[in-house]
Protein backbone atom coordinates (compact mmCIF):
# COMPACT_ATOMS: atom_id res chain seq x y z
CA UNK A 1 0.00 0.00 0.00
CA UNK A 2 1.52 3.29 -0.84
CA UNK A 3 1.90 5.55 2.14
CA UNK A 4 2.33 8.96 -0.30
CA UNK A 5 1.36 9.73 -3.79
CA UNK A 6 2.23 12.56 -5.38
CA UNK A 7 0.80 13.54 -9.32
CA UNK A 8 2.53 16.65 -11.03
CA UNK A 9 2.75 18.64 -7.95
CA UNK A 10 3.71 22.04 -9.30
CA UNK A 11 4.26 25.28 -7.55
CA UNK A 12 5.48 28.53 -9.47
CA UNK A 13 6.18 31.99 -7.92
CA UNK A 14 5.58 34.24 -10.62
CA UNK A 15 7.79 33.27 -13.40
CA UNK A 16 10.11 31.15 -10.91
CA UNK A 17 8.90 27.04 -10.90
CA UNK A 18 10.01 26.25 -7.51
CA UNK A 19 8.32 22.58 -8.06
CA UNK A 20 8.28 21.64 -11.58
CA UNK A 21 5.84 18.50 -12.31
CA UNK A 22 7.09 16.54 -9.71
CA UNK A 23 5.55 12.37 -9.50
CA UNK A 24 6.45 9.99 -7.14
CA UNK A 25 5.16 7.10 -4.82
CA UNK A 26 5.92 6.44 -1.26
CA UNK A 27 5.52 2.72 -0.03
CA UNK A 28 4.45 1.73 3.44
CA UNK A 29 7.42 1.45 5.48
CA UNK A 30 9.49 3.00 3.52
CA UNK A 31 12.30 5.42 4.69
CA UNK A 32 11.96 7.99 1.17
CA UNK A 33 15.32 10.87 0.51
CA UNK A 34 14.75 13.78 -1.26
CA UNK A 35 18.17 14.37 -2.01
CA UNK A 36 19.23 17.46 -3.30
CA UNK A 37 21.03 20.85 -3.42
CA UNK A 38 19.88 23.83 -1.14
CA UNK A 39 17.14 25.50 -3.07
CA UNK A 40 16.33 22.74 -5.22
CA UNK A 41 12.69 22.60 -3.95
CA UNK A 42 12.71 19.46 -1.45
CA UNK A 43 11.38 21.95 1.24
CA UNK A 44 8.73 23.68 -1.07
CA UNK A 45 7.19 20.02 -1.43
CA UNK A 46 7.66 19.06 2.03
CA UNK A 47 4.91 22.13 2.55
CA UNK A 48 2.55 20.99 0.14
CA UNK A 49 2.74 17.42 1.37
CA UNK A 50 2.11 18.82 4.58
CA UNK A 51 -0.78 21.51 3.97
CA UNK A 52 1.18 24.56 4.39
CA UNK A 53 1.22 25.46 0.55
CA UNK A 54 -0.82 25.30 -2.05
CA UNK A 55 0.18 23.79 -4.98
CA UNK A 56 -0.46 25.84 -8.06
CA UNK A 57 -1.28 22.41 -9.96
CA UNK A 58 -1.33 18.83 -9.28
CA UNK A 59 -2.09 17.28 -6.54
CA UNK A 60 -1.12 14.36 -3.87
CA UNK A 61 -2.29 12.10 -1.03
CA UNK A 62 -0.77 11.28 2.20
CA UNK A 63 -2.70 8.37 3.89
CA UNK A 64 -4.57 8.18 1.07
CA UNK A 65 -6.31 11.64 1.88
CA UNK A 66 -5.93 14.12 -0.54
CA UNK A 67 -3.83 17.23 0.53
CA UNK A 68 -6.10 19.68 -1.59
CA UNK A 69 -9.76 18.48 -0.30
CA UNK A 70 -9.06 16.54 3.02
CA UNK A 71 -6.68 18.90 5.11
CA UNK A 72 -7.44 17.64 8.24
CA UNK A 73 -7.14 13.92 7.45
CA UNK A 74 -3.47 14.66 6.25
CA UNK A 75 -2.74 16.49 8.98
CA UNK A 76 -3.75 13.94 11.69
CA UNK A 77 -1.72 11.47 10.00
CA UNK A 78 1.56 13.51 9.78
CA UNK A 79 4.14 14.43 11.86
CA UNK A 80 6.56 17.16 11.28
CA UNK A 81 10.01 18.15 11.46
CA UNK A 82 10.56 21.59 9.84
CA UNK A 83 13.86 22.74 8.79
CA UNK A 84 14.10 25.73 11.04
CA UNK A 85 13.38 25.15 14.65
CA UNK A 86 9.73 25.38 15.92
CA UNK A 87 9.79 25.10 19.31
CA UNK A 88 8.76 27.42 21.69
CA UNK A 89 11.94 28.21 23.98
CA UNK A 90 10.01 29.94 26.57
CA UNK A 91 8.65 26.50 27.66
CA UNK A 92 10.13 23.26 28.82
CA UNK A 93 10.19 20.12 26.79
CA UNK A 94 7.46 18.87 28.76
CA UNK A 95 5.13 22.11 28.33
CA UNK A 96 5.97 21.66 24.32
CA UNK A 97 5.12 18.16 24.35
CA UNK A 98 1.94 18.94 26.25
CA UNK A 99 0.99 21.74 23.93
CA UNK A 100 1.03 19.83 21.02
CA UNK A 101 -0.90 16.88 22.44
CA UNK A 102 -3.65 18.88 23.77
CA UNK A 103 -3.64 20.73 19.90
CA UNK A 104 -3.99 17.33 18.13
CA UNK A 105 -6.74 16.58 21.11
CA UNK A 106 -4.95 13.69 22.41
CA UNK A 107 -7.04 12.97 25.65
CA UNK A 108 -5.44 13.66 29.39
CA UNK A 109 -5.05 10.52 30.80
CA UNK A 110 -3.46 9.01 27.89
CA UNK A 111 -1.38 12.56 26.85
CA UNK A 112 0.77 12.58 30.25
CA UNK A 113 1.81 8.65 29.93
CA UNK A 114 2.72 9.10 26.12
CA UNK A 115 4.51 12.14 26.57
CA UNK A 116 6.73 10.30 29.30
CA UNK A 117 6.97 7.53 27.00
CA UNK A 118 8.59 9.47 23.90
CA UNK A 119 10.88 11.96 26.21
CA UNK A 120 12.34 8.46 27.31
CA UNK A 121 12.57 7.21 23.45
CA UNK A 122 14.63 9.86 22.64
CA UNK A 123 16.78 10.28 25.91
CA UNK A 124 15.33 13.41 26.86
CA UNK A 125 13.77 11.84 30.46
CA UNK A 126 16.20 13.88 32.34
CA UNK A 127 15.72 17.41 30.54
CA UNK A 128 11.84 17.02 30.89
CA UNK A 129 11.43 20.29 32.81
CA UNK A 130 14.11 22.09 31.35
CA UNK A 131 13.48 25.12 29.27
CA UNK A 132 14.30 24.87 25.73
CA UNK A 133 16.46 27.73 25.42
CA UNK A 134 19.31 26.19 28.05
CA UNK A 135 19.08 22.85 24.94
CA UNK A 136 21.59 22.08 22.70
CA UNK A 137 21.07 22.04 18.92
CA UNK A 138 20.86 18.46 18.78
CA UNK A 139 18.53 17.97 21.53
CA UNK A 140 16.37 20.40 20.31
CA UNK A 141 15.80 18.42 17.36
CA UNK A 142 15.41 15.53 19.01
CA UNK A 143 12.33 16.65 20.86
CA UNK A 144 11.12 17.83 18.07
CA UNK A 145 11.00 14.42 16.43
CA UNK A 146 9.07 13.17 19.84
CA UNK A 147 6.70 15.99 19.71
CA UNK A 148 5.82 14.89 16.00
CA UNK A 149 5.22 11.56 16.70
CA UNK A 150 2.95 12.77 19.82
CA UNK A 151 -0.22 12.21 17.97
CA UNK A 152 0.95 8.59 16.14
CA UNK A 153 0.96 9.65 12.63
CA UNK A 154 1.50 7.42 10.28
CA UNK A 155 3.51 9.33 7.72
CA UNK A 156 6.99 11.33 9.33
CA UNK A 157 8.34 14.53 7.55
CA UNK A 158 12.12 15.24 8.07
CA UNK A 159 13.42 18.60 6.10
CA UNK A 160 17.28 17.99 6.57
CA UNK A 161 16.84 16.78 10.35
CA UNK A 162 20.77 17.02 11.17
CA UNK A 163 21.24 20.30 9.32
CA UNK A 164 24.25 22.31 11.35
CA UNK A 165 24.61 19.20 13.80
CA UNK A 166 28.13 17.57 14.57
CA UNK A 167 28.98 14.35 13.35
CA UNK A 168 28.53 12.47 16.55
CA UNK A 169 24.81 13.76 17.15
CA UNK A 170 24.17 12.85 13.49
CA UNK A 171 24.98 9.49 13.98
CA UNK A 172 22.73 9.49 17.25
CA UNK A 173 19.81 10.81 15.31
CA UNK A 174 20.11 8.49 11.65
CA UNK A 175 19.72 5.68 14.81
CA UNK A 176 16.45 7.01 15.85
CA UNK A 177 15.17 7.39 13.14
CA UNK A 178 16.00 4.25 11.69
CA UNK A 179 14.47 3.03 15.13
CA UNK A 180 11.18 4.85 14.55
CA UNK A 181 10.62 3.29 11.03
CA UNK A 182 11.58 0.02 12.40
CA UNK A 183 9.69 0.15 16.00
CA UNK A 184 6.85 1.97 15.35
CA UNK A 185 6.62 1.19 11.49
CA UNK A 186 6.26 4.99 10.25
CA UNK A 187 7.07 5.83 6.69
CA UNK A 188 9.51 8.50 6.97
CA UNK A 189 10.16 10.98 4.25
CA UNK A 190 13.10 12.99 4.53
CA UNK A 191 14.97 15.19 2.70
CA UNK A 192 18.82 15.78 2.98
CA UNK A 193 21.97 17.71 1.01
CA UNK A 194 23.93 15.50 2.79
CA UNK A 195 24.55 12.59 0.55
CA UNK A 196 26.29 9.88 3.44
CA UNK A 197 23.08 10.49 5.21
CA UNK A 198 20.59 9.65 2.18
CA UNK A 199 22.68 6.82 1.66
CA UNK A 200 23.09 5.46 4.58
CA UNK A 201 19.34 6.03 5.75
CA UNK A 202 17.20 5.53 2.99
CA UNK A 203 15.50 2.67 1.09
CA UNK A 204 15.00 4.38 -1.71
CA UNK A 205 15.81 8.23 -2.69
CA UNK A 206 14.85 10.84 -5.36
CA UNK A 207 17.31 13.07 -6.49
CA UNK A 208 16.30 16.63 -7.13
CA UNK A 209 17.67 19.91 -9.27
CA UNK A 210 15.86 22.62 -9.98
CA UNK A 211 12.40 21.44 -8.83
CA UNK A 212 12.88 18.36 -11.02
CA UNK A 213 13.39 14.90 -10.19
CA UNK A 214 16.55 13.61 -12.01
CA UNK A 215 17.24 10.25 -10.62
CA UNK A 216 14.77 7.72 -8.40
CA UNK A 217 15.86 4.53 -7.17
CA UNK A 218 17.72 2.45 -4.69
CA UNK A 219 20.62 4.22 -3.69
CA UNK A 220 22.40 1.12 -4.70
CA UNK A 221 20.80 0.64 -8.05
CA UNK A 222 21.39 4.41 -8.48
CA UNK A 223 25.43 4.18 -7.89
CA UNK A 224 25.63 0.66 -9.79
CA UNK A 225 24.66 2.71 -12.70
CA UNK A 226 27.44 4.80 -12.69
CA UNK A 227 29.77 1.88 -13.11
CA UNK A 228 32.62 -0.09 -10.52
CA UNK A 229 34.87 2.89 -9.98
CA UNK A 230 35.39 6.17 -9.68
CA UNK A 231 38.40 7.99 -10.67
CA UNK A 232 39.37 11.76 -9.80
CA UNK A 233 42.11 13.46 -11.46
CA UNK A 234 43.85 16.59 -11.12
CA UNK A 235 45.71 18.26 -13.36
CA UNK A 236 47.24 21.76 -14.10
CA UNK A 237 45.65 21.08 -18.20
CA UNK A 238 42.74 18.97 -17.26
CA UNK A 239 40.90 20.21 -20.86
CA UNK A 240 43.91 18.69 -22.89
CA UNK A 241 43.62 15.51 -20.67
CA UNK A 242 39.86 15.54 -20.77
CA UNK A 243 40.09 15.31 -25.19
CA UNK A 244 42.62 12.28 -24.79
CA UNK A 245 40.87 10.54 -22.29
CA UNK A 246 37.83 10.41 -23.86
CA UNK A 247 39.27 8.71 -26.50
CA UNK A 248 39.59 5.42 -24.81
CA UNK A 249 37.10 2.55 -25.24
CA UNK A 250 36.75 1.73 -21.46
CA UNK A 251 36.06 5.30 -20.54
CA UNK A 252 32.68 4.96 -19.79
CA UNK A 253 31.74 8.96 -19.26
CA UNK A 254 33.58 11.39 -17.91
CA UNK A 255 32.76 15.07 -16.48
CA UNK A 256 34.36 17.78 -15.73
CA UNK A 257 34.15 20.38 -12.50
CA UNK A 258 35.54 22.25 -9.67
CA UNK A 259 38.94 21.85 -12.18
CA UNK A 260 39.14 18.00 -11.90
CA UNK A 261 38.15 15.38 -13.84
CA UNK A 262 36.26 12.42 -12.76
CA UNK A 263 35.57 9.33 -14.79
CA UNK A 264 33.68 6.46 -14.55
CA UNK A 265 34.94 2.90 -15.55
CA UNK A 266 35.46 -0.87 -14.67
CA UNK A 267 38.49 -2.09 -12.89
CA UNK A 268 40.39 1.25 -12.17
CA UNK A 269 43.26 -0.56 -10.40
CA UNK A 270 44.30 -2.00 -13.27
CA UNK A 271 43.50 1.28 -15.80
CA UNK A 272 45.18 3.51 -13.73
CA UNK A 273 48.63 2.97 -14.80
CA UNK A 274 46.84 3.30 -18.28
CA UNK A 275 46.16 7.27 -17.68
CA UNK A 276 49.29 8.22 -15.86
CA UNK A 277 51.34 6.36 -18.47
CA UNK A 278 49.40 8.65 -21.37
CA UNK A 279 49.46 12.01 -19.52
CA UNK A 280 53.25 11.41 -19.25
CA UNK A 281 53.03 10.83 -22.91
CA UNK A 282 51.80 13.99 -23.76
CA UNK A 283 53.03 15.56 -21.28
CA UNK A 284 50.49 16.69 -19.07
CA UNK A 285 51.64 17.37 -15.36
CA UNK A 286 48.82 15.15 -13.40
CA UNK A 287 49.01 16.60 -9.45
CA UNK A 288 47.00 13.58 -7.94
CA UNK A 289 44.99 11.18 -8.39
CA UNK A 290 42.53 8.67 -6.72
CA UNK A 291 39.89 6.01 -7.04
CA UNK A 292 36.34 5.55 -4.76
CA UNK A 293 33.45 3.46 -5.00
CA UNK A 294 30.57 5.10 -6.20
CA UNK A 295 28.49 7.61 -4.04
CA UNK A 296 25.60 9.16 -4.26
CA UNK A 297 27.57 12.46 -5.09
CA UNK A 298 28.93 10.79 -8.21
CA UNK A 299 25.23 9.81 -9.44
CA UNK A 300 24.51 13.42 -8.85
CA UNK A 301 27.32 14.36 -11.09
CA UNK A 302 26.42 12.27 -13.68
CA UNK A 303 22.82 13.46 -13.68
CA UNK A 304 23.38 17.16 -13.49
CA UNK A 305 26.99 17.35 -14.74
CA UNK A 306 28.02 19.47 -11.83
CA UNK A 307 28.89 18.54 -7.78
CA UNK A 308 26.20 19.14 -5.11
CA UNK A 309 28.58 22.20 -3.66
CA UNK A 310 28.57 24.24 -7.29
CA UNK A 311 25.02 23.97 -7.05
CA UNK A 312 24.65 25.61 -3.44
CA UNK A 313 26.52 28.57 -4.94
CA UNK A 314 23.71 29.41 -7.31
CA UNK A 315 21.30 28.78 -4.19
CA UNK A 316 21.96 32.12 -3.13
CA UNK A 317 20.97 33.67 -6.50
CA UNK A 318 17.59 31.42 -6.48
CA UNK A 319 16.71 31.88 -3.38
CA UNK A 320 16.45 35.78 -3.75
CA UNK A 321 14.52 35.38 -6.74
CA UNK A 322 11.94 33.43 -4.75
CA UNK A 323 11.68 36.13 -1.76
CA UNK A 324 11.45 38.57 -4.38
CA UNK A 325 8.70 36.70 -6.33
CA UNK A 326 6.60 36.38 -3.04
CA UNK A 327 6.62 39.73 -1.90
CA UNK A 328 4.83 40.64 -5.01
CA UNK B 1 -12.71 25.55 23.19
CA UNK B 2 -9.97 23.21 24.02
CA UNK B 3 -7.56 24.56 21.32
CA UNK B 4 -8.38 28.15 22.13
CA UNK B 5 -7.67 27.29 26.01
CA UNK B 6 -4.51 25.34 24.79
CA UNK B 7 -3.34 28.50 22.96
CA UNK B 8 -4.60 31.29 25.97
CA UNK B 9 -2.69 28.87 28.01
CA UNK B 10 0.36 28.92 26.42
CA UNK B 11 0.45 32.80 25.94
CA UNK B 12 -0.16 33.42 29.81
CA UNK B 13 3.15 31.25 30.73
CA UNK B 14 4.79 32.76 28.29
CA UNK B 15 3.70 36.32 29.95
CA UNK B 16 4.40 35.29 33.43
CA UNK B 17 7.43 34.29 32.82
CA UNK B 18 8.76 37.60 31.30
CA UNK B 19 8.90 38.97 34.63
CA UNK B 20 10.89 41.90 32.86
CA UNK B 21 8.26 42.33 30.13
CA UNK B 22 6.02 42.71 33.18
CA UNK B 23 7.64 45.34 34.80
CA UNK B 24 9.21 46.95 32.11
CA UNK B 25 5.44 47.74 30.47
CA UNK B 26 4.44 48.97 34.22
CA UNK B 27 7.45 51.74 34.08
CA UNK B 28 5.40 54.19 31.58
CA UNK B 29 1.93 54.02 32.98
CA UNK B 30 3.70 54.25 36.48
CA UNK B 31 5.90 57.33 35.57
CA UNK B 32 2.37 59.10 33.60
CA UNK B 33 0.21 58.61 36.95
CA UNK B 34 2.95 59.91 39.38
CA UNK B 35 4.01 62.54 36.98
CA UNK B 36 1.41 64.11 35.65
CA UNK B 37 -1.17 62.86 38.80
CA UNK B 38 0.92 64.63 41.34
CA UNK B 39 2.78 67.46 39.23
CA UNK B 40 -0.23 68.11 38.10
CA UNK B 41 -2.82 68.13 40.63
CA UNK B 42 -2.71 71.57 41.98
CA UNK B 43 -2.49 73.10 38.78
CA UNK B 44 -5.01 71.78 36.79
CA UNK B 45 -8.53 72.05 37.79
CA UNK B 46 -11.40 70.10 36.06
CA UNK B 47 -14.77 70.88 36.89
CA UNK B 48 -17.48 68.19 38.41
CA UNK B 49 -14.19 66.50 38.99
CA UNK B 50 -14.04 65.87 43.00
CA UNK B 51 -10.80 63.57 42.81
CA UNK B 52 -9.02 66.22 41.21
CA UNK B 53 -6.84 65.50 38.20
CA UNK B 54 -5.16 62.80 40.05
CA UNK B 55 -8.31 61.02 39.79
CA UNK B 56 -9.35 62.35 36.19
CA UNK B 57 -6.10 60.54 34.76
CA UNK B 58 -6.55 57.07 36.84
CA UNK B 59 -8.94 55.44 33.90
CA UNK B 60 -6.75 57.00 30.89
CA UNK B 61 -3.60 55.41 32.48
CA UNK B 62 -5.35 52.43 32.97
CA UNK B 63 -6.47 52.37 29.71
CA UNK B 64 -2.66 52.97 28.66
CA UNK B 65 -1.51 50.20 30.24
CA UNK B 66 -4.20 47.53 28.36
CA UNK B 67 -3.91 49.23 25.12
CA UNK B 68 -0.04 48.70 25.15
CA UNK B 69 0.19 45.49 26.39
CA UNK B 70 -2.40 44.07 24.37
CA UNK B 71 -1.67 45.68 21.09
CA UNK B 72 2.28 44.46 22.18
CA UNK B 73 1.01 41.05 22.67
CA UNK B 74 -0.79 40.87 19.53
CA UNK B 75 2.60 41.80 17.59
CA UNK B 76 4.43 39.23 19.31
CA UNK B 77 3.05 36.60 17.11
CA UNK B 78 5.52 38.21 14.75
CA UNK B 79 8.43 36.67 16.89
CA UNK B 80 5.92 33.09 16.70
CA UNK B 81 6.51 33.89 12.99
CA UNK B 82 10.27 34.72 12.79
CA UNK B 83 11.20 31.43 15.41
CA UNK B 84 9.36 29.18 13.11
CA UNK B 85 6.92 28.29 16.36
CA UNK B 86 4.17 29.74 14.27
CA UNK B 87 4.40 26.90 11.47
CA UNK B 88 3.62 24.20 14.76
CA UNK B 89 0.40 25.31 15.54
CA UNK B 90 -0.82 26.48 11.90
CA UNK B 91 0.38 22.54 10.77
CA UNK B 92 -2.30 21.15 13.25
CA UNK B 93 -5.51 19.79 12.42
CA UNK B 94 -7.26 23.42 13.82
CA UNK B 95 -8.66 26.05 12.24
CA UNK B 96 -6.84 29.43 12.42
CA UNK B 97 -9.91 30.88 13.58
CA UNK B 98 -9.05 28.99 16.77
CA UNK B 99 -5.83 29.63 17.14
CA UNK B 100 -6.22 33.88 16.60
CA UNK B 101 -9.16 34.15 18.97
CA UNK B 102 -6.95 31.83 21.51
CA UNK B 103 -4.26 34.51 20.83
CA UNK B 104 -6.16 37.51 21.23
CA UNK B 105 -8.22 36.34 24.43
CA UNK B 106 -3.89 35.17 25.84
CA UNK B 107 -3.31 38.88 25.07
CA UNK B 108 -6.31 40.28 26.36
CA UNK B 109 -5.87 38.69 29.85
CA UNK B 110 -2.19 39.84 30.00
CA UNK B 111 -3.36 43.09 29.14
CA UNK B 112 -6.06 42.69 32.41
CA UNK B 113 -3.82 41.83 34.33
CA UNK B 114 -1.52 44.87 33.13
CA UNK B 115 -4.37 47.09 34.60
CA UNK B 116 -5.28 45.55 37.62
CA UNK B 117 -1.59 46.25 38.69
CA UNK B 118 -2.17 49.61 37.66
CA UNK B 119 -5.56 49.91 39.21
CA UNK B 120 -4.02 48.61 42.67
CA UNK B 121 -1.39 51.39 42.17
CA UNK B 122 -3.75 53.97 41.96
CA UNK B 123 -5.72 52.42 44.89
CA UNK B 124 -2.34 53.39 46.78
CA UNK B 125 -2.34 56.32 45.45
CA UNK B 126 -5.90 57.27 46.96
CA UNK B 127 -8.09 56.57 44.36
CA UNK B 128 -11.85 55.78 45.88
CA UNK B 129 -13.97 52.99 43.36
CA UNK B 130 -17.34 54.48 44.22
CA UNK B 131 -18.88 51.04 44.20
CA UNK B 132 -18.09 47.46 43.62
CA UNK B 133 -20.80 47.56 40.27
CA UNK B 134 -18.82 49.86 39.28
CA UNK B 135 -15.51 47.96 39.13
CA UNK B 136 -16.73 45.40 37.57
CA UNK B 137 -17.78 47.99 34.46
CA UNK B 138 -14.44 49.23 34.43
CA UNK B 139 -13.40 45.62 33.95
CA UNK B 140 -15.66 44.97 31.31
CA UNK B 141 -14.57 48.28 29.28
CA UNK B 142 -10.75 46.87 29.92
CA UNK B 143 -11.86 43.58 28.68
CA UNK B 144 -13.06 45.09 25.36
CA UNK B 145 -9.78 47.34 25.39
CA UNK B 146 -8.09 44.38 25.60
CA UNK B 147 -9.99 41.58 22.96
CA UNK B 148 -10.16 44.79 20.46
CA UNK B 149 -6.24 46.03 20.00
CA UNK B 150 -5.04 42.48 20.74
CA UNK B 151 -6.79 41.58 17.35
CA UNK B 152 -5.23 44.64 16.27
CA UNK B 153 -1.86 44.04 16.72
CA UNK B 154 -2.55 40.51 15.36
CA UNK B 155 -4.01 42.20 12.33
CA UNK B 156 -0.74 44.13 11.96
CA UNK B 157 1.34 41.36 12.80
CA UNK B 158 -0.17 38.77 10.09
CA UNK B 159 0.65 41.86 7.29
CA UNK B 160 4.62 42.27 8.81
CA UNK B 161 7.57 40.38 7.94
CA UNK B 162 9.28 41.16 11.13
CA UNK B 163 9.87 43.66 13.92
CA UNK B 164 11.40 46.69 11.67
CA UNK B 165 8.25 48.26 11.50
CA UNK B 166 7.49 47.95 15.18
CA UNK B 167 8.15 51.16 15.90
CA UNK B 168 6.39 52.72 13.05
CA UNK B 169 3.35 51.43 14.16
CA UNK B 170 4.06 52.40 18.11
CA UNK B 171 4.61 55.95 16.96
CA UNK B 172 2.12 56.27 14.05
CA UNK B 173 -0.51 54.60 15.57
CA UNK B 174 -0.90 53.48 18.81
CA UNK B 175 0.73 57.06 20.37
CA UNK B 176 -1.89 58.67 18.81
CA UNK B 177 -4.33 56.32 19.77
CA UNK B 178 -3.45 57.08 23.12
CA UNK B 179 -3.00 61.05 22.82
CA UNK B 180 -6.35 61.84 20.96
CA UNK B 181 -8.41 59.27 23.26
CA UNK B 182 -9.05 61.57 26.03
CA UNK B 183 -6.95 59.82 28.42
CA UNK B 184 -5.27 62.77 29.72
CA UNK B 185 -7.84 65.84 28.93
CA UNK B 186 -11.19 66.12 29.13
CA UNK B 187 -12.47 66.13 25.49
CA UNK B 188 -15.22 68.81 25.99
CA UNK B 189 -11.67 71.56 26.47
CA UNK B 190 -10.72 70.97 22.69
CA UNK B 191 -11.87 73.84 20.54
CA UNK B 192 -14.83 72.91 18.66
CA UNK B 193 -13.33 72.15 15.66
CA UNK B 194 -10.95 69.61 17.11
CA UNK B 195 -14.23 68.13 19.20
CA UNK B 196 -14.71 65.21 16.23
CA UNK B 197 -11.07 64.10 16.85
CA UNK B 198 -11.57 62.20 19.51
CA UNK B 199 -14.58 61.02 19.12
CA UNK B 200 -13.16 59.54 15.78
CA UNK B 201 -10.64 57.05 18.72
CA UNK B 202 -12.38 54.13 19.59
CA UNK B 203 -10.34 54.56 22.99
CA UNK B 204 -11.66 57.49 24.10
CA UNK B 205 -15.12 54.87 24.83
CA UNK B 206 -12.99 52.88 26.34
CA UNK B 207 -11.27 55.79 28.50
CA UNK B 208 -14.54 57.20 29.19
CA UNK B 209 -16.36 53.54 29.95
CA UNK B 210 -13.41 52.81 32.73
CA UNK B 211 -13.82 56.24 33.96
CA UNK B 212 -17.66 55.65 34.65
CA UNK B 213 -16.59 52.45 36.31
CA UNK B 214 -14.45 54.25 38.57
CA UNK B 215 -15.11 57.70 39.50
CA UNK B 216 -18.60 57.33 38.99
CA UNK B 217 -18.40 60.55 35.96
CA UNK B 218 -18.20 60.62 32.53
CA UNK B 219 -18.68 63.36 29.60
CA UNK B 220 -20.21 60.20 27.42
CA UNK B 221 -22.91 58.03 27.82
CA UNK B 222 -22.05 54.85 29.11
CA UNK B 223 -24.22 52.82 26.77
CA UNK B 224 -22.53 55.12 23.98
CA UNK B 225 -19.10 53.63 24.91
CA UNK B 226 -20.50 50.07 25.56
CA UNK B 227 -22.17 50.14 22.14
CA UNK B 228 -18.99 51.76 20.09
CA UNK B 229 -16.67 49.79 21.76
CA UNK B 230 -18.04 46.27 21.22
CA UNK B 231 -18.91 47.26 17.58
CA UNK B 232 -15.25 48.25 17.33
CA UNK B 233 -13.80 44.72 18.98
CA UNK B 234 -15.63 42.88 16.39
CA UNK B 235 -14.22 44.94 13.58
CA UNK B 236 -11.14 44.15 14.67
CA UNK B 237 -11.74 40.43 15.72
CA UNK B 238 -13.06 39.94 12.17
CA UNK B 239 -10.57 41.97 10.23
CA UNK B 240 -7.23 40.54 12.62
CA UNK B 241 -9.10 36.86 12.27
CA UNK B 242 -9.27 37.81 8.15
CA UNK B 243 -5.57 38.58 7.43
CA UNK B 244 -4.46 35.92 9.91
CA UNK B 245 -6.44 33.30 7.92
CA UNK B 246 -3.99 34.32 4.93
CA UNK B 247 -0.09 34.23 6.88
CA UNK B 248 1.35 32.38 4.65
CA UNK B 249 5.38 30.97 5.71
Known sequence: MEAIQVEKLTKKYNELIAVDAVSFTIEKGEIFGLLGPNGAGKTTIISMLSTLLKPTSGTASVNQFSILENQDAVRKSIGIVFQDQSLDEELTAYENMDFHGRLYRIPKDNRHNKIIELLKLVGLTERKDGFVKTFSGGMRRRLEMARGLLHEPKVMFLDEPTLGLDPQTRNHLWQYIEKLNKEKEITIILTTHYMDEADRLCSKVAIIDKGKIIAMDTPEKLKEEIGADVVTIASSDIDELQSKLELLSWVKRIEKHDGLITINLQNAEKRIAEIVHLSANHGIAINSISIHKPTLEDVFLNFTGRTIREEEADHKDRMRMIRRARRR | ?249
Open chain 2, 1 to 249: MDIIYTIWLRNIKRYLRSKSRMIGSLGMPVFFLLVLGFGLNSVVRIPRMEQGYTGFIIPGIVSMSVLFTSVFSGIQIIWDKQFGFLKETLVAPVSRIEIMIGQTVGGATAALIQGFIIIIVSLLMGLHIPSIHGFFIAVLFMILIGLSFTALGIAIASRMEDMHGFQLIMNFVIFPIFGLSGALFPIDSLPSWLKFLPRLDPLTYGVEGIRYGLLGTSQMAPLISFSVLVGFMVLMVTVGAFLFRKISI
